[in-house]
């Protein structure tokens, strides 16, 4: 059952069930050993560890033998196929997020802080003046609660209904290209171009999750992470979100929809 969320463009919300709890709980216990490593990915002055292939899960997704399944596993299997899933990312945040990073610019930190980094998955940004290819081409993005916080505390936002107009602006940016050049073109401008538009005209909605909440999101979909608010309540941990990217095969595939 969908819990939030239902019908809205882009993305879904699932409820909590006795399957998500229970991967839940596994990988919580697997996340806090991984966020007390030393050397970890840790920015925004100590408030956001970034933690990109952090959680110990199997190829099958499963935690210390607890399996990953439930309604929103399913229904991304039911779209794109069995998976073999990577390493999850274990996005963790803490009260005052965010802080400025280190070699952050003013401009992105106000990016972060105004609007939440809003970003579509997938785009990386290379050479000195940050070009972006779509180099991870992403099948869709699977994000579990692994505890529960209050609904300040730095929330996922998202854009209702922006994987279409962003969706539209990578095809035609990359329009009678090769196949085997997609990855190699820089969409830059009409990414930028077309994130001002989803900004100005589509609704931003927050998140917040409990512990086994699931939410699946089209890979277009723009979307980022809100800033802390004053008094919001979360485990000393912080806030833990654990997802997965699985990569199509091309960026053909990417921009099929």
């Known amino acids: 059952m969908v819990a939030r969320g239902a019908g809205a463009p882009g993305w879904r919300l699932f409820a909590a069930e006795p399957a998500t709890l229970g991967w839940a709980a596994a990988a ?6 991984a966020l007390e490593r030393p050397g970890g990915d840790w920015r925004c002055g100590g408030t956001w560890f ?4 952090a959680l110990d899960n199997g190829r099958d997704g499963s935690v210390a033998g607890v399996p990953l399944a439930g309604r929103a596993v ?15 990312q274990l996005s963790a945040v ?16 106000d990016f972060r802080l105004r609007r939440d980094a809003a970003h579509v998955d997938g785009l990386i940004a290379e050479g000195a ?3 972006r290819f779509v180099r991870e081409p992403h099948a869709f993005i699977l994000g579990i609660a692994l505890n529960d916080s209050g609904p300040g505390a730095s929330p996922l936002a998202v854009w209702e209904g922006s994987h279409l107009p962003m969706r539209a602006a990578f095809r035609d940016a990359l329009a009678g290209t090769a196949p ?5 073109t820089d969409v830059t401008d009409a990414y930028q ?3 001002r538009r989803v900004l100005a005209e589509c609704p931003r909605r927050l998140v917040p999750m409990k512990a086994g909440e699931a939410v699946l999101i089209d890979r277009h979909l723009l ?12 485990p000393p941990e912080g806030r833990i979100i654990a997802y997965f990217r699985p990569q199509l095969a091309d960026v053909a595939a990417w921009l099929a929809g």
């Open 180 to 184: 085997a050049d997609l990855g190699r």
């Open 129 to 131: 003046d940050k070009r």
């Open 74 to 88: 399913a229904e991304a299997l039911g779209r794109h196929g069995p998976q073999v899933w990577h390493r999850a």
């Open 193 to 195: 171009a077309a994130r």
């Open 50 to 53: 970034v933690g990109v292939d």
């Open 94 to 109: 803490r009260p005052g997020y965010p802080r400025p990073s280190d070699g952050e610019s003013p401009a992105a930190f």
């Open 28 to 33: 919580l216990r697997a996340a806090r050993t």
């Open 223 to 234: 979307h980022g992470v809100s800033p802390w608010e004053t008094g919001a309540e979360a």
